[in-house]
C-alpha cells in the first residue's frame, strides 16, 4: 500500500509455511477489500464479505492475514502502489521527482482514496490504540524511498535545503495530510509542487 516492494509479498507480512501464495488469489482478496471499503465503508468490510467478493475461503484469508486490520492496510497498499507508484531514477531530478508524486498524492486524496486512507487509519487508532501498524505495513516503505530522493537530491546539490531529508519529506506529505484531514484549503496538484519547492529549494 502488496505491490510496493517490486511485486513481492506485501509490505511487513509475516512469511507463513504451506503452499505459496497465488499471486491471483491474493490480488482477488486485496482487489475486493478495497472495493468493499471504497464503496460500503470500513464497517461492513469484514473477512466474510472480502471472502464472498473474491469467492476465496475464509480459511485462506486468515492463513495469510493475521488480522482484518493487516488486510485492510495491505489492500489499501495493494491500491496506492498501482495509483501512486514510487517516482523511478529515470523519471527526472529528485526535486522533479518528489514534485511529481506529491502532486499525484494531493490529487488522489480527493476521491475516494483519501477517505479510505483515513478510515483505515482511525480503523487501526481505534482497534491497536496506534497508527503503528499502518505505518509498519504500508508507510515505511515509501517515506523510506522519498525520503532517499531527497537526500539524493541533497547529496548531488540540485535540492538545496539543509536539514535531514526526513524532516523534509514529513514537511512535505505532513502538510498536506495536515490540511486534507482539517479541510484546510484545497489541496491541489499545483499546490503540492508549489509545497515541495517552498520546502526542498530546488537550484535552478
Same mark, same amino acid.
Given at each position: $500500500?502488496? $505491490?510496493?516492494?517490486?511485486?513481492?509479498?506485501?509490505?511487513?507480512?509475516?512469511?507463513?509455511?504451506?503452499?505459496?501464495?497465488?499471486?491471483?488469489?491474493?490480488?482477488?482478496?486485496?482487489?475486493?477489500?478495497?472495493?468493499?471499503?471504497?464503496?460500503?465503508?470500513?464497517?461492513?468490510?469484514?473477512?466474510?464479505?472480502?471472502?464472498?467478493?473474491?469467492?476465496?475461503?475464509?480459511?485462506?484469508?486468515?492463513?495469510?492475514?493475521?488480522?482484518?486490520?493487516?488486510?485492510?492496510?495491505?489492500?489499501?497498499?495493494?491500491?496506492?502502489?498501482?495509483?501512486?507508484?514510487?517516482?523511478?531514477?529515470?523519471?527526472?531530478?529528485?526535486?522533479?521527482?518528489?514534485?511529481?508524486?506529491?502532486?499525484?498524492?494531493?490529487?488522489?486524496?480527493?476521491?475516494?482514496?483519501?477517505?479510505?486512507?483515513?478510515?483505515?487509519?482511525?480503523?487501526?487508532?481505534?482497534?491497536?490504540?496506534?497508527?503503528?501498524?499502518?505505518?509498519?505495513?504500508?508507510?515505511?516503505?515509501?517515506?523510506?524511498?522519498?525520503?532517499?530522493?531527497?537526500?539524493?537530491?541533497?547529496?548531488?546539490?540540485?535540492?538545496?535545503?539543509?536539514?535531514?531529508?526526513?524532516?523534509?519529506?514529513?514537511?512535505?506529505?505532513?502538510?498536506?495530510?495536515?490540511?486534507?484531514?482539517?479541510?484546510?484549503?484545497?489541496?491541489?496538484?499545483?499546490?503540492?509542487?508549489?509545497?515541495?519547492?517552498?520546502?526542498?529549494?530546488?537550484?535552478?
Amino acid at each position: $500500500m502488496a $505491490m510496493a516492494k517490486g511485486g513481492g509479498e506485501e509490505a511487513g507480512s509475516t512469511p507463513r509455511r504451506g503452499r505459496p501464495r497465488s499471486i491471483e488469489t491474493t490480488n482477488a482478496i486485496l482487489e475486493s477489500a478495497y472495493a468493499l471499503m471504497a464503496a460500503t465503508g470500513l464497517a461492513t468490510t469484514t473477512i466474510d464479505a472480502v471472502a464472498r467478493h473474491s469467492s476465496v475461503s475464509k480459511m485462506t484469508i486468515y492463513k495469510w492475514w493475521p488480522s482484518r486490520e493487516a488486510l485492510l492496510i495491505d489492500a489499501f497498499l495493494h491500491h496506492a502502489a498501482q495509483m501512486l507508484p514510487l517516482p523511478p531514477a529515470s523519471s527526472g531530478s529528485p526535486a522533479a521527482r518528489t514534485r511529481r508524486h506529491a502532486a499525484a498524492y494531493a490529487e488522489a486524496l480527493q476521491g475516494e482514496f483519501g477517505k479510505v486512507q483515513l478510515a483505515v487509519i482511525s480503523e487501526c487508532i481505534s482497534k491497536t490504540g496506534s497508527a503503528g501498524l499502518f505505518y509498519a505495513r504500508y508507510l515505511q516503505f515509501r517515506r523510506d524511498a522519498l525520503v532517499e530522493i531527497i537526500a539524493a537530491g541533497q547529496n548531488d546539490g540540485s535540492i538545496l535545503a539543509d536539514g535531514p531529508a526526513g524532516d523534509l519529506y514529513d514537511a512535505i506529505y505532513g502538510s498536506l495530510f495536515y490540511r486534507y484531514v482539517f479541510g484546510i484549503t484545497p489541496i491541489t496538484p499545483g499546490y503540492a509542487r508549489s509545497l515541495v519547492d517552498l520546502i526542498l529549494r530546488p537550484k535552478g
